[in-house]
């Protein structure tokens, strides 16, 4: 019954280990985005997928790759993590590209880098 | 109870009051303002949207106003009620060949029963 589903829930990692989180929609939707939230809760937009295509790509360290196999799913890769890189992650999915008011989004992974 | 964005992070109101949380945007050029909430441990949820056109719109006793002169934007939530209580935060978009949203500071809203 899950919309849009995260694994792991939780990751604790060392500085310098490169890790992967998954993403997965069940609701058909072409477009995907990964979110980034810190420790005061500010939330940063990543990336975003349509289509398997990526449209949006803000100012991310080239340490985080993201990979879409298909469009019901959005892998996000972080190489050589540093301490900086904890906060929770959140994927999210949309039917079109853009369409931040019908998004769902999947319930986070808290990642800790030590 | 009113916050003053991000000089009271914390909003404390009586179960049954109205609650008035603001958001002060940046980019006068944005097309349309999100507010979600935000309960713990969960991601980010739709409460309502705004086009820049408008500068009130109603929900389910909620009600977002938009200031385009001051650039502000306030969520208004009517009576208010315990399953309330989360962080909530604006977003504001900025449509074209380049999407870009970009959000504001939450504040946490605390209802006291």
């Known amino acids: 019954d899950t919309a849009v589903s995260q694994t792991p829930k939780y990751l604790v990692t060392q500085m310098g280990n490169d890790k992967s989180i998954k993403c997965e929609q069940n609701?058909?939707?072409?477009?995907m985005y990964w979110y980034k939230q810190d420790s005061k809760k500010f939330l940063k937009i990543m990336f975003s997928?349509?289509?398997?295509?990526?449209?949006i790509n803000e100012t991310v360290p080239n340490r985080f790759s993201p990979k879409s196999p298909d469009k019901a799913h959005l892998n996000l890769h972080i190489n050589s993590l540093e301490l900086g890189d904890s906060a929770v992650y959140f994927c999210?999915?949309?039917?079109?590209?853009?369409?931040?008011?019908?998004?769902?989004f999947g319930p986070g992974t808290r990642l800790t880098v030590t | 109870g009113e916050s003053v964005g991000l000089h009271l992070p914390t909003l404390s109101v009586q179960e049954g009051d109205n609650s008035i949380i603001n958001c002060a945007y940046s980019?006068?050029?944005?097309?349309?303002f999100i507010w979600y909430k935000q309960e713990s441990g969960k991601g980010p949820q739709f409460i309502i949207d705004?086009?820049?056109?408008?500068d009130k719109r109603q929900g389910q006793r909620v009600t977002v106003l938009l200031n385009k002169t001051v650039k502000h934007l306030s969520l208004q939530i009517a009576a208010t009620q315990p399953g309330d209580s989360a962080v909530y935060f604006c977003?504001?978009?900025?449509?074209?060949?380049?999407?870009?949203?970009?959000f504001g500071t939450g504040t946490k809203l605390q209802v006291i029963p």
């Open positions: 980019n006068s050029a944005s097309d349309y």
């Open positions: 609701l058909g939707h072409d477009t």
């Open positions: 997928y349509n289509n398997k295509e990526l449209i």
């Open positions: 999210a999915s949309s039917q079109g590209a853009g369409r931040f008011s019908e998004q769902y």
């Open positions: 977003a504001e978009i900025l449509s074209g060949g380049y999407q870009k949203v970009t």
């Open positions: 705004i086009r820049s056109n408008m």
